[in-house]
């Protein structure tokens, strides 16, 4: 089976796929305006000007109303121009709450006994990817807001206890809540439609404040010079905004809301108990709704930022619906065809899902494929960091001999940041991060391969990656150690359009010439004593480590992590695999090709030297890859964690039609050719072991693990008393909870024990626990490794193996009508307008599938669509064809069964 034979989503000329193509060739602005606010700005690195360096204190929720931000907005549902010049969102209140509700709540790090976490109920319920259509849903509640509660409560918690959540406080019981639907729709591309609907749930009637609010980022506060916008009526239910580079926008209200006008700027005296410049501050809307303070509003009808309030009494069981017009050329009668816009915009998101979605799917997996996209797409922020002025404002900048020291990410003034990124979780990780931006887009290449490609490309560029290659990895410490992904992501995007009839070697050739400067990096600054052998610190795996890999040990010494350095022999194969298909193109790319095969066998070889040797990775006795300590006297041992860090190498596996290519290129194959004859019993020690190079179909395999160590690793892996789990492979063995790993160091314990749910300590925030959870995007590059091995071996090399472990059942009904990723949380499971709703969280309880962590992480956890896409498309003998697509997860149903 070709996927060339299968017409997929770039080329199917839908109405949507239409306007992707015209904003592709003819720069036409579909993507201008999207969901590109963050749903939390506060408590973030960049709006952090403490000495301390506490981003959640210095900024809180509380002071969110009425403090303005400095780098950007936040909102609920809301959206923003590509600049985020102008931003729309709603605020809603219930007539009992001590605060407008503007913005989502949630516990600080300190304040969660698992770190941060919202305690709000939300739901991104659909998108295209030009956000021609969108649909998103808050649940309100009609009593008040149980903010204190919520504090207190978790406050009292500690980590070995659950979460305190928000349907805990009973807030929900008896169905007193609003559903908030909010749609936008999109005449053209500056031609905005938004549908707020209020459902009455409860039994009782009740009335909820609605307030769509229109407002202008602060810019004038800070850039010198920088014109203030303005935001005035025109006349009744109508307001006209205009920028200096945005230009006119106008706002039309049906039904003649009052409407009420503020400026967008910092209530001090509330804040500092300093007088105000301006009467009217960006908290007046709360003092005019909640404390009647009619004066807290401009009365000449004028501002930067504005609200249409409606006061609407919805019936129990009834509905009251709010429409809005935002346009660069409003209609003369904004609402006469509003209805029929709406309706075909939604038809063509129908239109769009149904030819992209396999048909073979159910419906259920339909709608959870649907909906991770969806979460993918409103999931894009517009993320704004200059850096060089930010440390300017700290008077931490490295080059103009500022006093203050230790500021962070001091090393950075070069960055630049200010485009559209695809975020982890817009309320919890507000902020890039590279590994799991490369994962975000796999799965956005199913709707957009553009937007994938380009977020691929920015963190190469010089205003992201650093003059000396590095690749940031998040705001908190751009220095920190992410794995290197991006080769793979690259050479998987461009696989699949290959297939799909559009080969893009300029966007292959350009991500190229960024990851050489990468991987030198990673040669040059974590491989500290030039033996092949990689650190990196945490790399992605927070807790996963007997220590805290990313500080310094408190044995001394060093560690040799062997995630690491299976990471870089992952990207060695990756670098060749993409060096390959450039040298067809560029004969200057064979020395290239042959570095990353001389780097790759090297590697490999560290990991498992000839000979027996007891400071080495591979335990030959045991059949598993364990970090390695050193000490500073120059012993060494093994920290035998049976953890994913053991697994990771089986993901270094790669599968090549390197015949062709080598009569093609003589001089790669003479390298080559000299390497096996200057270094005979080092080819021999790696994979495969039994010297036979030449596979299924005359492939050539590169895999970190030979074929005996493949067998001993999977007999772990395969274990459902260790790793297999029926909801994916754990990050660390079962065998654990019985049998937890200690390690004692002048009187201090380090110990290591299964835990299938949230973190018992504050390793990283204790936020997130690597201790025996399923995460999806390790999960799904086991898979990867696997079908690569699979397509060397063939049928013949086969292995025991348990069934019935399927990532996507985690979101899946079961027999009994449950969803797993909800554990045991009734309403989730059974209320009618709860059920169907799916939350894509960062990681998921290892033996019962219930979600963890980030609610909306559906960043990397989206992935979830590219999966069920691969299932449905392909049968189990249609495995061996597929060499070159590199296709994630493109195997039978029982996942590794094969």
């Given amino acids: 089976m070709k996927l060339s034979q299968k017409p997929h989503l ?35 690195v960049r709006e952090d000007y403490s000495q301390d360096g506490n981003a959640w204190n210095y900024f809180s929720h509380d002071q969110a109303r009425s403090r ?28 009992r709450d001590p605060i407008l509700k503007e913005r989502l709540f949630g516990l600080t790090n300190s304040e969660g006994n698992h770190g941060e976490d919202v305690k709000e109920y939300y739901f991104y319920l659909d998108s295209t990817p ?16 149980p903010y204190r509660v919520l504090v207190e409560t978790n406050g009292r918690l500690s980590r070995e206890d659950l979460e305190y959540e928000l349907l805990d406080t009973g807030v929900f019981d008896a169905d007193r809540y609003f559903d908030v639907f909010v749609e936008y729709a999109k005449g053209d591309p500056e031609d905005l439609l938004v549908r707020i609907t209020a459902y009455n749930r409860g ?22 010079g920088a014109l203030k916008p303005g935001i005035q009526q025109v006349k009744e239910g109508t307001v006209l905004a205009s920028h200096d580079q945005l230009g006119d926008r106008t706002l039309q209200c049906d039904g003649n809301p009052e409407l009420l006008f503020t400026e967008n700027e910092s209530n001090a005296s509330r804040l500092w108990g300093q007088s105000n410049p301006s009467p009217f501050v960006k908290d007046a809307f709360h003092n005019y709704v909640i404390a009647g303070d009619h004066d807290a509003v401009n009365p000449s009808k004028l501002g930067t930022k504005a609200a249409a309030l409606y006061r609407l009494e919805v019936q129990a069981g009834g509905s009251k619906v709010v429409r809005l017009r935002l346009s660069a050329k409003p209609p003369a009668d904004a609402f006469a065809t509003f209805d029929q816009i709406f309706a075909a915009c939604l038809a063509d998101a129908d239109e769009f899902y149904d030819r992209i979605t396999p048909h073979s799917l159910s419906e259920d997996e339909r709608s959870v494929h649907r909906k991770a996209l969806a979460g993918m797409l409103w ?3 517009y993320y704004y960091f200059d850096l060089d002025r930010w440390l300017e404002e700290h008077e931490g900048h490295p080059l103009t001999g500022s006093d203050q020291k230790n500021v962070r990410n001091a090393e950075w003034f070069h960055m630049l940041n200010r485009d559209i990124i695809s975020m982890p979780d817009k309320w919890e990780y507000p902020w890039y991060a590279a590994w799991d931006l490369a994962f975000h887009t796999i799965a956005l290449s199913l709707v957009d391969f553009d937007f994938a490609k380009d977020q691929l490309l920015l963190m190469l560029r010089n205003l992201y990656s650093h003059p000396n290659g590095q690749i940031p990895a998040y705001e908190w410490n751009f220095s920190d150690v992410n794995p290197p992904v991006h080769a793979w992501a690259t050479l998987f995007l461009y696989n ?21 400067l990468n991987f030198n990096w990673w040669v040059n600054r974590k491989d500290p004593e030039g033996k092949n052998v990689f650190a990196g610190g945490f790399l992605g795996l927070d807790n996963i480590g007997v220590f805290d890999r990313s500080a310094q040990l408190p044995t001394g010494g060093h560690l040799d992590q062997a995630d690491g350095t299976a990471w870089m022999a992952f990207y060695c194969q990756n670098m060749l695999e993409i060096a390959l298909i450039l040298t067809d193109y560029d004969s200057m790319y064979e020395d290239v090709a042959y570095r990353f095969v001389e780097h790759f066998v090297w590697i490999t070889y560290a990991m498992d030297r000839i000979g027996e040797n007891h400071d080495e990775m591979w335990d030959s006795k045991e059949g598993f890859f364990y970090d390695l300590l050193h000490f500073p006297n120059g012993d060494a041992m093994r920290l035998k964690v049976r953890s994913m860090v053991g697994l990771l190498p089986l993901c270094a596996s790669s599968v090549l039609e390197a015949q062709g290519i080598l009569v093609r290129h003589p001089r790669l194959q003479a390298l080559i050719d000299l390497f096996k004859k200057r270094h005979p019993d080092l080819l021999k020690h790696i994979a495969p072991a039994d010297g036979t190079f030449v596979g299924y179909a005359e492939r050539r395999l590169l895999s970190v693990c030979n074929k005996e160590k493949v067998e001993r690793i999977l007999a772990y892996m ?24 200690v390690f004692n160091l002048n009187g201090q314990e380090f110990k290591v024990q299964y835990l299938p749910a949230e973190s018992d300590n504050g390793m990283f925030g204790g936020n997130s626990n690597w201790r025996g959870p399923v995460w999806m995007p390790v999960n799904l590059l086991l898979i990867r490794g696997l079908l690569n091995l699979y ?17 996507s059942s985690i979101f899946l009904r079961n027999e009994n009508g449950k969803r797993p990723v909800y554990g045991g949380t009734k309403k989730f499971q059974e209320d009618p307008h709860w059920k169907d709703y799916i939350l894509f969280y960062e990681y998921f309880q290892a033996d019962n599938g219930a979600g963890l962590g980030a609610s909306h992480q559906t960043g990397w956890t989206g992935v979830i669509a590219r999966t069920l896409d691969s299932f449905a498309r392909l049968k189990p003998a249609d495995v061996l064809q597929i060499a070159k697509s590199d296709m994630v997860a493109r195997i039978t149903r029982e996942q590794v069964a094969g």
Avoid at 73 to 95: P, R
Avoid at 134 to 142: E, G, V
Avoid at 496 to 516: N, P, T, Y
Wanted: net charge negative; glycine share 8%; hydrophobic share 30%.
């Fill in 130 to 145: 030009t956000h021609s259509y969108m649909k998103y849903l808050y649940k309100y509640p009609q009593q008040e807001f």
């Fill in 496 to 516: 699949i359009e290959k297939e799909l009839g559009r080969a893009d070697l300029r966007f292959l050739e350009r991500s190229f010439q960024g990851l050489m």
């Fill in 379 to 381: 999931s894009k922020q």
């Fill in 791 to 807: 397509q060397f071996y063939g049928d013949d090399f086969k292995v025991e193996c348990p069934t019935g472990s399927r990532l």
């Fill in 68 to 95: 303005a931000y400095r780098w950007g907005e936040d909102g609920l549902a809301g959206i923003s121009d590509d600049k985020q010049q102008l931003c729309f969102a709603i605020a809603l209140w219930n007539g």
């Fill in 718 to 741: 395969l274990d459902e008393n260790e790793f297999f789990g029926p909801y994916g492979i754990r990050s660390l063995s079962k065998y654990h909870l019985e049998h937890p790993f």
């Fill in 10 to 44: 770039a080329y199917v000329e839908t109405n949507e796929q239409r306007r992707l193509n015209e904003s592709r060739e003819k720069e036409i602005p579909w993507k201008k305006w999207g969901p590109y606010l963050s749903e939390r700005q506060w408590g973030t």
């Fill in 203 to 224: 039994s009782e009637a009740a009335e909820i404040h609605l307030l769509p609010t229109l407002w202008f980022r602060n810019t004038w506060s800070w850039d010198e």
